[in-house]
């Protein structure tokens, strides 16, 4: 007998949203993968070997493409962001784009150059103010910021707690009866911690803003702490949510547990590398449909009330405006979940690629057709090296429990290709000793103390070797803007020199030849 269709579709919805079912024996999640080798005519490929290599080299290759896009995006931040290069008279003189044409893109450059002299201004004004505080003054400032940054602390810990208590409700009603048996009803506990998580990104935010402006902090300032408390706001998620099921699948590190004793974690978890990744599986489904519901049941009604409704409380409302910070910081986010599950879901950076690529041209529609330019910038001097060190983070967050897994955790012995073993790391000995005599020593010796002390010796030599000749350039930096400084004021007094020459020679002609005489020939030389 065929399914009736209404069970299809859940059947499908229930394959593609939790990753359940058939999903799970597919090469999508790491519990599918073999502990054998595959025997070829010259030589055996090594499948628990390549997909740990494999897992190294993707992640030896991602950072070092960030370290040199980090490092390149901040040697640009310092110059542009230098106060002696970048000061009124460049912005006003030499920043105008003669390119452009059209006229929705002059306001929008003209905007945005208003809007850079007002932080510059802004900022001045701000800097003199602070100066002329008196001591009483300023004690009342720090203490109304210390008491909001309490206030942001508390916001933080209640999200974090939200968290990890859906993540722990989640691992404990999937396995509930009446849950399992109502698709809908398990849809919404298999993506509850994925539901805290977005909500307390997305509400959080909103207050992060409303807070900056009443620490009375320049327009630079704010944006940027609000982006800071965002950003820790989204890896300190990610972090709480790989706690609390670390928390679930070791024991809570207990290993004499009676749940723990026999296999070295939980048995309610029989193969917990798949657990895991199905969990950022979801993480990155979730993310992409929060995207889709944003566009087309918020952002697309939002721009017909606006454009249609003449009523006051629409044309208040507004379009929405498009914040590329807060566009960019979800991207970091996305990626993040995809290198913490690309060990334990192998083809999620596949996903996450299609994802992208779908999110840039449903991001370009909204901010054609929907939005509107924010009216609060952010500079993109140092948005570029700053989201380049979020990413940076988000890669160093990724390591932490894909390396506790390779060398300390031990591996399901019921699925994946290191079942058998007690460390996932012990592959590589086991590789290395079939080698030939001379190749298994060589790598011996690549991996012992004798090869890595001097290594380590060596590289710390170079890098302070490095950092003095920094210093040493960093001096001669400062001397050459003082220099340049100096020849700036060296110029102001020539330039007053001249105007008062000019003005005495003026003088003393009108003196010698009349005032009349000296008008007539200006305005009838000939």
């Not at 048996?181 to 307390?200: D, H, M, R, W």
């Not at 009216?375 to 932490?400: C, D, H, I, Q, Y």
């Not at 080698?435 to 001097?454: C, D, K, N």
């Amino acid at each position: 007998l065929c399914p009736a269709p209404r069970a299809s579709v859940l059947y499908i919805l229930g394959l593609f949203l939790l990753s359940q079912g058939y999903m799970e024996l597919t090469y999508l999640f790491y519990g599918f993968y073999k502990n054998t080798a595959v025997d070829l005519k010259d030589f055996s490929y090594n499948i628990p070997l390549a997909y740990l290599i494999t897992t190294l080299f993707y992640f030896l290759l991602s950072l070092l493409w960030t370290v040199v896009r980090s490092v390149n995006r901040f040697k640009q931040s310092l110059v542009s962001e230098d106060s002696s290069l970048s000061n009124y008279s460049h912005k006003v003189f030499t920043s105008w784009d003669f390119c452009i044409s059209e006229k929705q893109s002059v306001c929008l450059k003209q905007n945005n150059l208003c809007y850079e002299l007002k932080m510059d201004l802004e900022e001045e004004v701000l800097q003199r103010r602070q100066a002329a505080q008196t001591r009483l003054q300023r004690a009342g400032v720090y203490t109304v910021r210390a008491l909001l940054h309490l206030v942001v602390l508390a916001l933080l810990g209640a999200a974090f707690y939200g968290i990890y208590v859906a993540t722990v409700l989640s691992q404990a009603l999937s396995q509930n009866p009446v849950v399992s048996s109502n698709f809908f009803l398990g849809l919404l506990v298999q993506y509850l911690p994925s539901i805290v998580i977005t909500a307390a990104s997305t509400i959080l935010p909103v207050f992060f803003s409303i807070l900056s402006v009443l620490e009375k902090y320049s327009l630079t300032w704010q944006i940027k702490l609000t982006l800071i408390r965002c950003v820790f706001l989204r890896l300190a998620s990610l972090v709480i949510l790989l706690y609390s099921l670390w928390t679930q699948i070791t024991c809570n590190g207990q290993k004499d547990d009676p749940e723990c004793r026999t296999c070295g974690y939980s048995q309610k978890y029989p193969c917990w590398e798949t657990r895991l990744g199905q969990e950022m599986y979801k993480l990155a489904i979730f993310d992409f449909l929060t995207v889709l519901v944003m566009i087309f049941l918020f952002d697309f009604p939002r721009k017909m009330v606006v454009q249609f409704c003449s009523c006051k409380l629409a044309q208040l409302w507004g379009q929405q405006e498009f914040q590329v910070p807060s566009n960019v910081l979800d991207l970091i986010y996305g990626q993040t979940v995809c290198w913490i599950g690309t060990f334990y879901c192998p083809l999620l950076p596949l996903l996450n690629t299609v994802k992208f690529f779908i999110i840039f041209y449903l991001k370009k529609m909204t901010l054609l057709k929907n939005c509107c330019p924010a009216k609060r910038t952010f500079r993109a001097s140092s948005s570029n090296f700053f989201f380049l060190l979020v990413l940076l983070l988000g890669l160093a967050l990724s390591w932490v429990p894909i390396l506790y897994s390779i060398f300390t955790l031990t591996p399901s012995k019921a699925c994946g290709p290191f079942r058998g073993q007690s460390r996932i790391w012990d592959t590589i000995p086991n590789a290395v000793e079939p080698l030939p005599q001379v190749a298994r020593e060589f790598l011996y010796f690549i991996g012992s103390q004798a090869f890595m002390v001097p290594i380590f010796v060596v590289l710390c030599i170079l890098i302070s070797y490095l950092v003095a000749l920094a210093n040493s350039y960093g001096q001669l930096v400062k001397e050459l803007k003082t220099y340049v400084q100096m020849e700036g004021r060296d110029k102001h007094f020539l330039v007053k020199q001249i105007r008062e020459l000019s003005e005495a020679h003026e003088k003393r002609h009108r003196a010698e030849h009349g005032e009349g005489n000296f008008t007539h020939l200006i305005a009838n030389p000939f």
